[in-house]
């Protein structure tokens, strides 16, 4: 029975686990009105499904974000959700984000698609007061293919609408903003070199099931959680444990969509914990594929289990009776 594993001598460290992701509502944004399925598919026709994700942009991520963009973020932009194509294989086929911009005569919505390059494969406009030609394919086109190194300026790299010319800057700005959110949060860059430089995304991230509330995230992730503890009792099971590193990894990811209960305030200091704990699972989940059980992956692993108290303590409410489950 389940419940005569959650009473076992491990029982302590996992109601801190599960303790840290307490039930909270799912973070208010701009686009989470309806589920944009259509333009999604127009973007990506070929993905089987689409994995939501959101973020939230800490004070320091803005201020880099806005010093590259050379504009400032909406309000909007600072709860951004991506949407991430899956292929018939499960493997993810790039991102989407839905970006609106301040025109000459009122708000531009509009929406880009990158590849796993980093290159932007589509770009829509949608509701806007300017000119139609905006929104046409013949200007829009010119933007496929671009990647972060381009600068996105009417006049140099992109060809403005005849007589549209700030309506044009508005937006070029579209692409722009996604490329530098997108690489702010999820791409790498390689270091600069005397060769053009390429996009370079991390390796694609677990999926993460699709649940109807968190008590089913939690225990997926209790789960995974006592597949590592097993692997560092027993010495069997490395695969495994590898893997269930991962999925921690990206359940990590997941835990900073939702409000903190206690400490609600102090949300980029939450943001940037969940973050943390995130990365140490990766490297670990890495260092574990690649040396097994040593006194590293040992400490890593303690440092993990560190960091899950300290978030306890800062913004959990209280403990989880697992009995409730």
């Known amino acids: 029975m389940i419940f005569q594993i959650y009473r076992s001598l491990r029982a302590g460290i996992l109601l801190v686990l599960v303790s840290l992701m307490v039930i909270t509502p799912l973070l208010s944004d701009a686009h989470e009105t309806e589920w944009p399925g ?75 698609g990158l590849n796993m390059k980093g290159k932007i494969v589509k770009v829509a406009v949608y509701e806007h007061k300017e000119s139609d030609a ?14 972060i190194d381009d ?16 309506a044009s800057k508005a937006v070029a700005l579209i692409p722009k903003k996604t490329l530098v959110m997108s690489y702010a949060l999820f791409l790498k860059r390689k270091p600069k070199s005397d060769v053009e430089k390429t996009p370079q995304p991390e390796e694609p991230p677990e999926d993460v099931p699709e649940v109807e509330d968190l008590k089913e995230l939690m225990i997926l992730m209790v789960d995974e ?19 269930a590193a991962k999925k921690l990894a ?64 800062r913004f959990s409410e209280e403990e989880i009776d697992l009995e409730a489950y």
């Open 38 to 112: 259509k333009k999604l598919e127009a973007i990506f026709p070929k993905a089987k499904k689409f994995v939501q994700r959101s973020a939230t942009l800490t004070k320091d991520k803005i201020a880099s974000i806005e010093k590259e963009m050379g504009a400032k973020l909406r309000k909007e932009d600072q709860k951004p959700v991506f949407y991430i194509p899956i292929s018939d294989e499960k493997k993810p086929l790039g991102l989407v984000l839905f970006v609106d911009v301040q025109g000459p005569l009122g708000v531009i919505d509009g929406a880009v």
């Open 134 to 147: 905006i929104a046409s394919e013949k200007f829009l086109k010119q933007f496929i293919g671009k990647g």
């Open 250 to 313: 990206a359940y990590a990811r997941a835990i900073s969509d939702f409000e903190p209960p206690k400490n609600a305030d102090q949300k980029e200091e939450y943001v940037e914990m969940q973050d943390k704990f995130s990365k140490t699972l990766t490297d670990f989940a890495k260092d574990l594929d690649k040396n097994g059980i040593s006194d590293e992956t040992r400490k890593q692993w303690d440092q993990i289990d560190a960091l899950i108290k300290q978030s306890h303590i």
């Open 151 to 166: 600068e996105f300026k009417v006049g140099k790299d992109v060809e403005a609408v005849k007589g549209h010319e700030e």
């Open 225 to 243: 959680y006592f597949v590592v503890v097993d692997y560092f009792e027993k010495g069997e099971g490395k695969a495994e444990a590898v893997t």
